[in-house]
């Protein structure tokens, strides 16, 4: 990984000439993609980011500027812009801040790769990935075999005037594999993944080989299938797609800068008022979610967010009541709510705001047989491939790669194109059953913020059993 070379006393003692406070938030983040199509390597790339954002104090009011010269004129510069940039708008603030809202922090953090990325050989990738695509070779009617990952090594080093003094190191990886199958105008795709703090052991041939047969078949197994029928009826989902119902119905409607309104001209706002905290029936009393940063492996794990705030595990839900909120210091102090620390910025150029991390819901005390044994009529589905929710993140839908038929507590034939519907809090009050084992699944692709900034989260969650959904099918 990089290493600073610049003297970072030296650039906050400028800055302290202007300012009440400072910090400096160094960051070098390094991403390579590799991709093998049809036997065939199609991507084979390697980018690097480096810079700083320079964060002050003036009259009471938070403001940044960003530079990729870390030379010392260079820094010193982009603290005299942020010094003169926040003065001027200082007057238009909508709260009084003080340098107690960054209280000084020491520590370190490293994932847990047992083989760091940048010790991991380019061979060994590409040699999991080609055993990937030619095990998805099962037959004709499979048109195109994907095998792809993205490494990721980053860096971030923050300093304050008041002491602060924390560095981060991660090794993050997003594989994927998909099989898409294909006949007269019908096609079906099946995809497995793994994403999170990992390093090069993930790379084993056989299990990429494992996965990629598995995929293909399922996929070939599906453009046989009928489609999923419609109706209102009892819905298993599985981890992978619990993952994205967890991110899109409980994580971004928590985010408080997205219900204070800061939001609402490019991401949406929420349909959870500032009331609701300690109040809202947000589930049924199975459902329990925590927001921990401490996760194993998981993407979005860490030990201090971009403002110095020391991560620690907080349940957002509990018993299915609304308890906090996925808020920064900024905004806890605005709402007067309680929150995490999540503050957290996509880049060494833009500034932190309120982000999800690692939104977890806890495990219960059902096993998977138990759920299915206790379905009349049902779908089990599993791995997301389409979704739509509103801007208030209350009404959604959700389409599925694969789905299982239940009838009468056994598991039936597979179906196509299953999808399903509803609206948030009804639909959470509906969960009847929560499986005992989580998994824990990740997006490097989480968008929000104006200017735009994608961040990586990541979700555990065992799988689940809602009562009573409306399920429909839908074309390929």
């Given at each position: 990984?990089?290493?600073?070379?610049?003297n970072?006393?030296?650039?906050?003692?400028?800055?302290?000439?202007?300012a009440?406070?400072?910090?400096l938030?160094?960051?070098?983040?390094t991403?390579?993609?590799?991709?093998?199509?049809?036997?065939?390597?199609?991507?084979?790339?390697?980018?690097?980011?480096?810079?700083?954002?320079?964060?002050?104090?003036?009259?009471?009011?938070?403001?940044?500027?960003?530079?990729?010269?870390?030379?010392?004129?260079?820094?010193?510069?982009?603290?005299?812009?942020?010094?003169?940039?926040?003065r001027?708008?200082?007057?238009?603030?909508?709260?009084?801040?003080?340098?107690?809202?960054?209280?000084?922090?020491?520590?370190?953090?490293?994932?847990?790769?047992?083989?760091?990325?940048?010790?991991?050989?380019?061979?060994?990738?590409?040699?999991?990935?080609?055993?990937?695509?030619?095990?998805?070779?099962?037959?004709?009617?499979?048109?195109?075999?994907?095998?792809?990952?993205?490494?990721?090594?980053?860096?971030?080093?923050?300093?304050?005037?008041?002491?602060?003094?924390?560095?981060?190191q991660?090794?993050?990886?997003?594989?994927?594999?998909?099989?898409?199958?294909?006949?007269?105008?019908?096609?079906?795709?099946?995809?497995?993944?793994?994403?999170?703090?990992?390093?090069?052991?993930?790379?084993?041939?056989?299990?990429?080989?494992?996965?990629?047969?598995?995929?293909?078949?399922?996929?070939?197994?599906?453009?046989?299938?009928p489609?999923?029928?419609?109706?209102?009826?009892d819905?298993?989902?599985?981890?992978?797609?619990?993952?994205?119902?967890?991110?899109?119905?409980?994580?971004?409607?928590?985010?408080?800068?997205?219900i204070?309104?800061?939001?609402r001209?490019?991401?949406?706002?929420?349909f959870?008022?500032?009331?609701?905290?300690?109040?809202?029936?947000?589930?049924?009393?199975?459902?329990?979610?925590?927001f921990?940063?401490?996760?194993?492996?998981?993407?979005?794990?860490?030990?201090?967010?971009?403002?110095?705030?020391?991560?620690?595990?907080?349940?957002?839900?509990?018993?299915?009541?609304?308890?906090?909120?996925?808020?920064?210091?900024?905004?806890?102090e605005?709402?007067?709510?309680?929150?995490?620390?999540?503050?957290?910025s996509?880049?060494?150029?833009?500034a932190?705001?309120?982000?999800?991390?690692?939104?977890?819901?806890?495990?219960?005390n059902?096993?998977?047989?138990?759920?299915i044994?206790?379905?009349?009529?049902?779908?089990?589905?599993?791995?997301?491939?389409?979704?739509?929710?509103?801007d208030?993140?209350?009404?959604?839908?959700?389409?599925?790669?694969?789905?299982?038929?239940?009838?009468?507590?056994?598991?039936?034939?597979?179906?196509?194109n299953?999808?399903?519907?509803?609206?948030?809090?009804?639909?959470?009050?509906?969960?009847?059953?929560?499986?005992q084992?989580?998994?824990?699944?990740?997006?490097?692709?989480?968008?929000k913020?104006?200017?735009?900034?994608?961040?990586?989260?990541?979700?555990?969650?065992?799988?689940?059993?809602?009562?009573?959904?409306?399920?429909?099918?839908?074309?390929?």
């Amino acid at each position: 990984m990089s290493v600073p070379s610049f003297n970072h006393q030296v650039a906050l003692a400028h800055a302290r000439q202007g300012a009440d406070w400072a910090g400096l938030r160094f960051s070098s983040e390094t991403t390579q993609y590799r991709e093998v199509r049809n036997d065939t390597p199609d991507k084979n790339e390697s980018c690097t980011e480096e810079g700083a954002m320079c964060e002050v104090l003036v009259h009471g009011t938070f403001g940044y500027a960003a530079t990729a010269d870390l030379s010392e004129s260079g820094l010193k510069r982009a603290f005299d812009q942020a010094v003169v940039t926040t003065r001027a708008t200082s007057a238009f603030k909508v709260h009084q801040f003080s340098e107690g809202h960054r209280a000084p922090v020491r520590g370190d953090y490293k994932s847990p790769a047992q083989q760091r990325l940048a010790a991991t050989p380019l061979a060994d990738i590409m040699e999991c990935l080609l055993a990937a695509s030619a095990a998805m070779a099962v037959g004709d009617k499979v048109v195109n075999r994907s095998a792809k990952a993205m490494l990721i090594q980053t860096q971030i080093d923050y300093f304050t005037s008041n002491g602060t003094e924390t560095r981060q190191q991660f090794d993050m990886l997003d594989v994927t594999l998909s099989a898409t199958a294909a006949e007269g105008l019908q096609s079906q795709s099946r995809s497995w993944s793994k994403t999170g703090q990992y390093g090069g052991e993930v790379f084993q041939k056989a299990l990429f080989a494992d996965q990629g047969r598995r995929v293909a078949i399922e996929a070939l197994e599906l453009l046989a299938s009928p489609n999923c029928p419609s109706g209102r009826m009892d819905l298993i989902l599985m981890p992978d797609q619990m993952m994205l119902q967890i991110h899109e119905s409980i994580g971004h409607p928590l985010e408080l800068d997205r219900i204070l309104g800061d939001e609402r001209n490019y991401a949406g706002w929420s349909f959870v008022k500032t009331s609701d905290f300690g109040a809202l029936q947000y589930g049924s009393p199975l459902m329990n979610v925590s927001f921990d940063p401490t996760t194993l492996n998981a993407l979005a794990s860490y030990a201090f967010d971009d403002a110095g705030n020391p991560a620690k595990r907080e349940f957002l839900i509990q018993n299915g009541i609304l308890k906090r909120g996925l808020g920064s210091v900024e905004s806890q102090e605005r709402a007067g709510l309680l929150g995490v620390a999540n503050f957290r910025s996509a880049s060494w150029n833009r500034a932190p705001i309120d982000r999800m991390a690692n939104i977890n819901l806890e495990p219960g005390n059902s096993t998977l047989d138990a759920m299915i044994a206790s379905v009349e009529d049902g779908v089990l589905m599993t791995t997301n491939r389409s979704w739509s929710i509103d801007d208030y993140r209350n009404k959604f839908q959700f389409g599925c790669e694969h789905g299982r038929l239940i009838k009468d507590g056994k598991l039936a034939g597979v179906v196509r194109n299953p999808n399903y519907r509803g609206v948030t809090v009804d639909f959470w009050n509906r969960l009847a059953a929560v499986g005992q084992q989580a998994e824990t699944y990740g997006t490097p692709y989480c968008g929000k913020g104006e200017p735009s900034q994608v961040i990586r989260v990541g979700h555990a969650s065992p799988p689940c059993l809602f009562r009573g959904i409306e399920v429909f099918g839908g074309q390929s």
